[in-house]
């Protein structure tokens, strides 16, 4: 009799385990491209993995991931019903970001080959943007958009492997947008202000914004700030003027995105939504 409960029981189990949903249990919104970001929605109470990484879902059921400059082309999402009885499976296959060479010369030498005293500094200014890019909020402001947060010519694409003075250095890991100092720096989303440092490196004075469930921009080479920690913006308010801070050759604004620790085009962002 046992024997016969315990059969009927893994019949049961492999015959919840083996439906699937009727309709796809998710909307996703974005394009697949390494360096590209995501946005979903679907049931909160669902269980969803991206490679079998768990993806946070907000209580309104809003999710979003993103890829690296150099991700792996195939990726594969499963989305889980909570008591398990259903389940879905879809591979995600990524167009090649077909990353561009870019040559700056003229930059300070100091700025390229830093000294032992400035790599000091450099350990720092990395320790305390990677320290806010751990953060994990369960707020979903990016669920109102984005858009490009300062008015100017794009100088420097995404993911171009740069060589500076010479020298390959990594690749470019944000927008470069050229504009006069003192140009007004928006907030390119919703979100907490989670990190305002003056006179880093690199970076110079600049800003983060946390849009919650570890998306965040960053704002980089501002001559002014305008806005603390902890303060609540809104999409398109100004949080900073441009500026030439760190290493820069001239006044721009640097505009990165990140999902968590994984750097990806904040262009995708503003795109094909
Ligand atoms: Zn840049």
Avoid at 3 to 30: D, N, R
Wanted: proline letters at 4%.
């Amino acid at each position: 009799m046992n024997k016969l409960k315990a059969l009927f029981f893994s019949l049961f189990i492999f015959a919840c385990s083996s439906s699937v949903f009727a309709e796809p249990p998710a909307q996703l919104s974005g394009e697949m491209i390494q360096a590209g970001v995501i946005f979903g929605k679907t049931d909160p109470s669902y269980l969803i993995t991206l490679d079998d990484k768990k993806i946070d879902v907000s209580p309104d059921g809003n999710f979003v991931f993103a890829f690296g400059r150099d991700a792996e082309k195939n990726h594969v999402i499963r989305i889980k019903s909570a008591d398990g009885s259903k389940s879905f499976r879809k591979k995600l296959s990524l167009k090649d970001g077909n990353w561009d060479v870019q040559k700056i010369d003229g930059l300070p030498e100091r700025k390229v080959n830093p000294s032992e005293e400035d790599a000091k500094a450099i350990k720092h200014e990395f320790s305390v943007i990677a320290q806010q890019r751990d953060i994990i909020s369960e707020n979903d402001f990016y669920k109102e958009g984005f858009v490009i947060p300062v008015k100017g010519r794009v100088s420097g694409v995404f993911g171009s492997q740069r060589i500076l003075n010479g020298q390959p250095k990594s690749p470019h890991a944000g927008v470069d947008i050229a504009a006069p100092v003192g140009t007004d720096v928006v907030a390119s989303g919703d979100g907490i202000v989670s990190l305002t440092e003056k006179n880093l490196f690199y970076t110079g004075n600049a800003i983060m914004i946390d849009h919650g469930q570890g998306l965040q921009t960053i704002y980089v080479h501002l001559s002014k700030i305008i806005v603390k920690k902890g303060q609540k913006v809104k999409k398109g308010q100004k949080i900073g003027e441009v500026g030439a801070t760190g290493r820069a050759t001239g006044p721009h604004l640097h505009w990165g995105a990140s999902w968590f620790e994984t750097k990806f085009n904040p262009i995708n962002l503003v795109i094909d939504k």
